[in-house]
């Protein structure tokens, strides 16, 4: 039997967001491999695939002195540990837990982005110097060639995985039902532009549906700039708007998307971050609204799957969403011939055999 991954996810409570996803496509991936899942003590997720053991284990406030505990244990195991949502204190903490030189293929580190300055890169040419066995993973070569330039030599480009919550099993052709945002409600995800849209929707007193997931952070926090956007938007009066606050399954996340085109007027600093929502809505057929300049943009152009807005003013946004609806069918085919390609590209399975090998 293969040994058994030990996955470290302590901020991991439910299946809001793309932790889960991320998680559970790994997971759909691992072909019966023992898999340990170490969440947060409050967590309230299932898996269906037998071998997947949720360790309830981490509480918030302390999480950091756990995972300098789970560490140690974890690194006197002949199994593997993967850190799927990376950061530098994960960095740092195995560092201290190990005392020595880490094994080879033991510990994988899956880093989404990374905001470098001088005395990170510093840190991580010391940290590659005693530590040459880690195996930094990340989804695109901006993030790695980070990695690579401090001189770890394990350091990999590897596909973010596309959510298995979406099976790409219809004919693509939908009807126009409405638009969405959708994922956690935050200022670097557009909130508040997608807040104004909606109010100058309701000032012309249009009549296009709207479902906007306004769920908080993985903490069920809001930041202060976010609480307004959320007063905001409870406050209007426009019908044709229908708010999800509350956690939603994998089925009623994935039914969220039937039909609609998808706003992401994200800000710079996804200027090279894999968005799980673009994957999500192109996988579901869903055109995307977009700013410029963003991994979001470039998939838009590669495939015409939606259009590109130079400003996040609400009349420029409604511009185009118009530009969509008129030409739904269109848009809808090509955002689910792009959900096939990315499927292949973005498959789980390449994860997963890098951390299992």
Same mark, same amino acid.
């Given at each position: 039997?293969?040994?058994?991954?030990?996955?470290?996810?302590?901020?991991?409570?439910?299946?809001?967001?793309? =932790?889960?996803?991320?998680?559970?496509?790994? =997971? =759909? %991936?691992?072909?019966?491999?023992?898999?340990?899942?170490?969440?947060?003590?409050?967590?309230?997720?299932?898996?269906?695939?037998?071998?997947?053991?949720?360790?309830?284990?981490?509480?918030?406030?302390?999480?950091?002195?756990?995972?300098?505990?789970?560490?140690?244990?974890?690194?006197?195991?002949?199994?593997?540990?993967?850190?799927?949502?990376?950061?530098?204190?994960?960095?740092?903490?195995?560092?201290?837990?190990?005392?020595?030189?880490?094994?080879?293929?033991?510990?994988?580190?899956?880093?989404?982005?990374?905001?470098?300055?001088?005395?990170?890169?510093?840190?991580?040419?010391?940290?590659?110097?005693?530590?040459?066995?880690?195996?930094?993973?990340?989804?695109?070569?901006?993030?790695?060639?980070?990695?690579?330039?401090?001189?770890?030599?394990?350091?990999?480009?590897?596909?973010?995985?596309?959510?298995?919550?979406?099976?790409?099993?219809?004919?693509?052709?939908?009807?126009?039902?409405?638009?969405?945002?959708?994922?956690?409600?935050?200022?670097?995800?557009?909130?508040?532009?997608?807040?104004?849209?909606?109010?100058?929707?309701?000032?012309?007193?249009?009549?296009?549906?709207?479902?906007?997931?306004?769920? %908080?952070?993985?903490?069920?926090?809001?930041?202060?700039?976010?609480?307004?956007?959320?007063?905001?938007?409870?406050?209007?009066?426009?019908?044709?708007?229908?708010?999800?606050?509350?956690?939603?399954?994998?089925?009623?996340?994935?039914?969220?998307?039937?039909?609609?085109? =998808?706003?992401?007027?994200?800000?710079?600093?996804?200027?090279?971050?894999? %968005?799980?929502?673009?994957?999500?809505?192109?996988?579901?057929?869903?055109?995307?609204?977009?700013?410029?300049?963003?991994?979001?943009?470039?998939?838009?152009?590669?495939?015409?799957?939606?259009?590109?807005?130079?400003?996040?003013?609400?009349?420029?946004?409604?511009?185009?969403?118009?530009?969509?609806?008129?030409?739904?069918?269109?848009?809808?085919?090509?955002?689910?011939?792009?959900?096939?390609?990315?499927?292949?590209?973005?498959?789980?399975?390449?994860?997963?055999?890098?951390?299992?090998?």
């Amino acid at each position: 039997m293969s040994d058994t991954i030990h996955i470290v996810e302590p901020t991991l409570v439910n299946q809001t967001g793309h =932790c889960y996803s991320f998680i559970s496509s790994f =997971c =759909c %991936s691992s072909k019966g491999a023992p898999l340990h899942l170490w969440v947060n003590s409050a967590a309230d997720i299932e898996f269906a695939e037998a071998n997947v053991q949720v360790k309830k284990h981490f509480h918030s406030k302390i999480r950091r002195f756990q995972s300098y505990g789970l560490y140690r244990r974890l690194l006197k195991t002949s199994g593997k540990i993967f850190i799927p949502t990376a950061g530098f204190t994960d960095l740092a903490l195995i560092q201290w837990a190990a005392g020595s030189k880490v094994q080879s293929r033991k510990v994988y580190f899956y880093f989404h982005w990374i905001n470098s300055s001088d005395k990170k890169l510093a840190y991580l040419a010391r940290l590659a110097r005693k530590q040459p066995n880690l195996v930094i993973l990340g989804p695109t070569h901006s993030v790695i060639d980070v990695f690579k330039g401090a001189g770890f030599v394990n350091a990999f480009v590897v596909p973010y995985p596309i959510s298995g919550q979406f099976h790409n099993d219809s004919s693509g052709c939908n009807e126009f039902a409405g638009l969405l945002y959708a994922g956690a409600a935050r200022q670097d995800k557009g909130i508040s532009h997608v807040v104004d849209l909606v109010e100058h929707m309701s000032r012309l007193k249009l009549k296009i549906p709207f479902r906007l997931q306004n769920s %908080s952070d993985h903490r069920g926090k809001y930041d202060a700039a976010t609480r307004k956007d959320m007063s905001r938007i409870e406050a209007l009066k426009y019908p044709y708007l229908k708010l999800f606050p509350e956690t939603l399954n994998a089925e009623e996340y994935a039914n969220l998307y039937a039909g609609t085109i =998808c706003i992401q007027l994200y800000n710079e600093d996804f200027a090279d971050r894999i %968005s799980g929502v673009t994957l999500d809505a192109l996988t579901a057929g869903s055109p995307i609204v977009t700013t410029p300049g963003t991994w979001i943009t470039r998939m838009v152009q590669r495939f015409n799957a939606g259009r590109i807005v130079e400003s996040t003013e609400p009349e420029k946004v409604l511009s185009a969403i118009e530009e969509i609806i008129a030409n739904y069918r269109l848009y809808n085919e090509n955002a689910y011939r792009a959900g096939l390609v990315l499927r292949q590209e973005n498959s789980a399975d390449v994860l997963y055999k890098t951390v299992a090998a």
